[in-house]
């Protein structure tokens, strides 16, 4: 019998270690940032219980949940005339009394209701673990991704919002990625919705509005008229969706637009102060945009969203995120409002890749190796190698004795930076040859100078 072919379930990938070095350099900006800001850690089950996932996405992302079969028989104590219903959740949670996490951020709301007489109110957390959906898998778009979120509940300030645009710039103008982060308001889209005549249609209307950008304005229209959307409520629809000009000249024709509508009015309210907090801050590098066309399909939204898009390379959103004002009230914790948004770390490397932006010393964990000759030439390193690595260097003896030039190729292909020889008259001498892996110069530096000697080599690199 032969051997089964080895693979992996589709939207799912295994990392080489060049990719987890690049991978954890984007770990590693994100949570500095965070960190700066005053940001905690947490970290929440894979699993949650299905109850807790269910109904939070809206009916879309209720078909994307992954539902983990329940152990032993499931089909036990069924009740057949649920497998005759049309609506799928009651048999999901009959069979199924979990399933893995679609986002971070319900977990969130859930983790704060649990612990909140342990929790600081305002609470600032960041979060970087993977999520999981069922989702066809393309370019950019993967069943199993790390969302890197951070949010802050127990607030309602604005001021709030304009910080997390800071943290969206600050990380990519640290990680070299020129971007655009679109911004805009869930009640400003409420009122949309009454104003085309279709109020009871927000959702519909919102998960075709946030369409726009994957299949185009005409596509999202065709939807909205499937939807039971009039030709006439499109017509007034389509000057909103493609309102141009400056933000403060958006603002203010929203503004001559809403008449008599409170929550509409309120919405432009926010965006005004939001950008006001923004102008105070200072001139940032992303550059922020009110796009009316902007929705966001996720349902616990209410105030201002976010999406970011990088300039150079065609991938999708690699940032959003919004507010919620009463998320945790579906666990019985009311009147929590909370903003947070979610850095799509996969799409990040992609576009990273694309560009040719992470930096060339990143591939090498080892900085300097050693070579060798044999046991007495490995021993005569041993020593040296620990204090290379006290000092913070790494460094590594090549494990067996073998010819110099497989020696080498190891350390070329490794981008190892500096490679230590060893041989017989090293030793009489006590001395260490070093060769320049880059420039191929090589010289002689005595036994106990030898860590003084790297140190200064690999902090100039």
């Given at each position: 019998?032969?051997?089964?072919?080895?693979?992996?379930?589709?939207?799912?990938?295994?990392?080489?270690?060049?990719?987890?070095?690049?991978?954890?350099?984007?770990?590693?900006?994100?949570?500095?940032?965070?960190?700066?800001?005053g940001?905690?850690?947490?970290?929440?089950?894979?699993?949650?219980?299905?109850?807790?996932?269910?109904?939070?996405?809206?009916?879309?992302?209720?078909?994307?949940?992954?539902?983990?079969?329940?152990?032993?028989?499931?089909?036990?104590?069924?009740?057949p005339?649920?497998?005759?219903?049309?609506?799928?959740?009651?048999?999901?949670?009959?069979?199924?009394?979990?399933?893995?996490?679609?986002?971070?951020?319900?977990?969130?709301?859930?983790?704060?209701?649990?612990?909140?007489?342990?929790?600081?109110?305002?609470?600032?957390?960041?979060?970087?673990?993977?999520?999981?959906r069922?989702d066809?898998?393309?370019?950019?778009?993967?069943?199993?991704?790390?969302?890197?979120d951070?949010?802050?509940?127990?607030?309602?300030?604005?001021l709030?919002?304009?910080?997390?645009?800071?943290?969206?710039n600050?990380?990519?103008?640290?990680?070299?990625?020129?971007?655009?982060?679109?911004?805009?308001?869930?009640?400003?889209?409420?009122?949309?919705?009454?104003?085309?005549?279709?109020?009871?249609?927000?959702?519909?209307?919102?998960i075709?509005?946030?369409?726009?950008?994957?299949?185009?304005?005409?596509?999202?229209?065709?939807?909205?008229?499937?939807?039971?959307?009039?030709?006439?409520?499109?017509?007034?629809?389509?000057?909103?969706?493609?309102?141009?000009?400056?933000?403060?000249g958006?603002?203010?024709?929203?503004?001559?637009?809403?008449?008599?509508?409170?929550?509409?009015?309120?919405?432009?309210?926010?965006?005004?102060?939001?950008?006001?907090?923004?102008?105070?801050?200072?001139?940032?590098?992303?550059?922020?945009?009110?796009?009316?066309?902007?929705?966001?399909?996720?349902?616990?939204?209410?105030?201002?969203?976010?999406e970011?898009?990088?300039?150079?390379?065609?991938?999708?959103?690699?940032?959003?995120?919004?507010?919620?004002?009463?998320?945790?009230?579906?666990?019985?914790?009311?009147?929590?409002?909370?903003?947070?948004?979610?850095?799509?770390?996969?799409?990040?490397?992609?576009?990273?890749?694309?560009?040719?932006?992470?930096?060339?010393?990143?591939?090498?964990?080892?900085?300097v190796?050693?070579?060798?000759?044999?046991?007495?030439?490995a021993?005569?390193?041993?020593?040296?190698?620990?204090?290379?690595?006290?000092?913070?260097?790494?460094?590594?003896?090549?494990?067996?004795?073998?010819?110099?030039?497989k020696?080498?190729?190891?350390?070329?292909?490794?981008?190892?930076?500096?490679?230590?020889?060893?041989?017989?008259?090293?030793?009489?001498n006590?001395?260490?040859?070093?060769?320049?892996?880059?420039?191929?110069?090589?010289?002689?530096?005595?036994?106990?100078?030898?860590?003084?000697?790297?140190l200064?080599k690999?902090?100039?690199?």
């Amino acid at each position: 019998m032969s051997a089964q072919k080895p693979s992996i379930p589709k939207g799912t990938r295994d990392f080489t270690p060049i990719e987890m070095v690049r991978r954890n350099y984007i770990f590693d900006i994100i949570r500095s940032v965070f960190k700066t800001y005053g940001y905690l850690p947490i970290e929440t089950p894979a699993m949650e219980n299905l109850t807790t996932l269910l109904g939070k996405y809206g009916e879309e992302g209720d078909k994307l949940l992954f539902k983990v079969l329940n152990s032993g028989d499931f089909t036990k104590d069924i009740d057949p005339n649920l497998l005759k219903q049309g609506n799928p959740n009651p048999l999901s949670i009959a069979i199924c009394d979990k399933g893995l996490r679609y986002d971070l951020t319900v977990p969130f709301a859930r983790f704060v209701v649990m612990y909140q007489n342990e929790i600081t109110f305002p609470f600032k957390r960041y979060q970087i673990q993977p999520v999981w959906r069922a989702d066809r898998p393309q370019k950019g778009r993967y069943r199993e991704f790390y969302q890197c979120d951070v949010d802050v509940i127990g607030s309602n300030s604005l001021l709030n919002e304009a910080e997390l645009v800071m943290i969206i710039n600050e990380v990519f103008t640290k990680l070299g990625v020129r971007t655009v982060i679109k911004v805009n308001n869930r009640k400003i889209l409420t009122w949309i919705a009454d104003f085309i005549g279709f109020p009871d249609k927000l959702i519909d209307i919102t998960i075709a509005i946030d369409k726009i950008d994957k299949v185009g304005l005409d596509a999202a229209i065709a939807e909205l008229e499937g939807k039971g959307i009039s030709k006439e409520g499109v017509t007034k629809l389509k000057p909103i969706l493609t309102l141009t000009g400056s933000n403060p000249g958006k603002i203010e024709r929203l503004r001559k637009m809403i008449v008599d509508s409170e929550v509409g009015l309120k919405g432009v309210a926010e965006m005004e102060e939001f950008f006001d907090y923004l102008e105070a801050l200072g001139r940032i590098k992303s550059e922020v945009e009110l796009d009316l066309s902007l929705a966001r399909g996720l349902n616990y939204y209410t105030g201002a969203i976010f999406e970011v898009k990088a300039k150079d390379v065609e991938i999708g959103s690699i940032c959003g995120g919004g507010r919620y004002d009463d998320l945790t009230g579906i666990f019985g914790l009311k009147d929590m409002s909370g903003v947070g948004v979610s850095f799509g770390a996969d799409r990040i490397y992609d576009v990273m890749l694309q560009l040719n932006l992470f930096p060339e010393n990143l591939i090498s964990s080892t900085q300097v190796m050693f070579t060798n000759f044999g046991r007495y030439e490995a021993s005569y390193c041993l020593n040296a190698i620990r204090s290379l690595r006290e000092k913070g260097i790494s460094a590594e003896l090549y494990p067996d004795s073998t010819k110099l030039k497989k020696q080498f190729d190891y350390a070329n292909k490794r981008s190892i930076g500096y490679v230590v020889i060893a041989g017989e008259s090293e030793m009489h001498n006590r001395q260490f040859s070093v060769k320049n892996m880059i420039t191929g110069e090589q010289e002689t530096i005595p036994f106990n100078s030898l860590t003084e000697y790297l140190l200064g080599k690999t902090n100039q690199a």
